[in-house]
């Protein structure tokens, strides 16, 4: 199974902070790579789609990046909104298989 | 697009709990849906998932043999079946509908139900 490191767990910013989070797989997944914005006592809200498209009505401080099997969410500039636990999620079309990376809760200082 | 579960509760060890997961705004019949599942203050765990048609089904280790994903098209409702039920079942249950055409992303998510197993 395709394992997804994502890191860091927890990370503490200011308002207007650049904060960038990771998530590594164990082998090459293709371009299945999604990744989600989660607050306290809500669902999931679908963020990016395909490791690089914006789902409509998110903002554009939300960017994504990839190189082989890393990938990156940068928000340029930290809101207070953005507090949240973002996951990345990949799809394994060959298993097939879902897995979720374990989360990186992004708190404001 | 609208997705509603219900049917969760607190059930005990090696009973059985169904679930559903009501949908609406959408063509229920075009998309494949999942159950995706969340322990108290963990992260996410996929669960299961239905194509579009139904013809395919697949469900995580965790589960295969005891949970069974299905769905009724006139009433446009996903359901899970869960059978052997276990405490480390506990969790909020989530329906998510997949992208458009594929099983592989997951765009749109009901607001959870909870399970709890316990004796």
């Known amino acids: 199974d395709i394992q997804m490191t994502q890191s860091p767990p927890t990370l503490s910013a200011s308002v207007g902070d650049r904060v960038t989070i990771t998530c590594r797989a164990s082998q090459s997944i293709g371009g299945w790579l999604a990744w989600y914005q989660q607050k306290p006592g809500m669902a999931p809200k679908f963020l990016i789609q395909k490791a690089s498209t914006l789902e409509s009505g998110v903002p554009s401080r939300f960017s994504v990046s990839a190189s082989g099997t890393e990938f990156t969410l940068t928000i340029s500039s930290l809101q207070p909104d953005d507090s949240a636990t973002y996951y990345c999620?990949?799809?394994?079309?060959?298993?097939?298989?879902?897995?979720f990376g374990q989360g990186t809760k992004v708190e404001i200082k | 697009v609208q997705l509603v579960e219900s049917g969760g509760g607190v059930v005990q060890p090696g009973r059985s709990l169904r679930l559903s997961c009501a949908a609406s705004?959408?063509?229920?019949?075009?998309?494949?849906k999942h159950w995706v599942r969340q322990a108290p203050g963990k992260g996410l765990e996929w669960v299961a998932v239905?194509?579009?048609?139904?013809?395919?089904?697949y469900y995580a280790d965790s589960v295969r043999g005891r949970f069974t994903i299905s769905s009724d098209n006139s009433k446009n409702t996903l359901y899970l079946q869960m059978n052997s039920l276990r405490g480390e079942d506990t969790a909020v249950y989530y329906c998510?509908?997949?992208?458009?055409?594929?099983?592989?992303?997951?765009?749109?998510w009901g607001q959870g139900t909870l399970v709890t197993v316990s004796s």
């Open positions: 999620q990949q799809y394994n079309t060959y298993s097939p298989a879902w897995t």
């Open positions: 705004g959408f063509t229920f019949s075009s998309f494949a």
């Open positions: 239905m194509s579009f048609d139904g013809s395919d089904k």
């Open positions: 998510a509908r997949a992208t458009i055409l594929t099983m592989a992303e997951f765009d749109y």
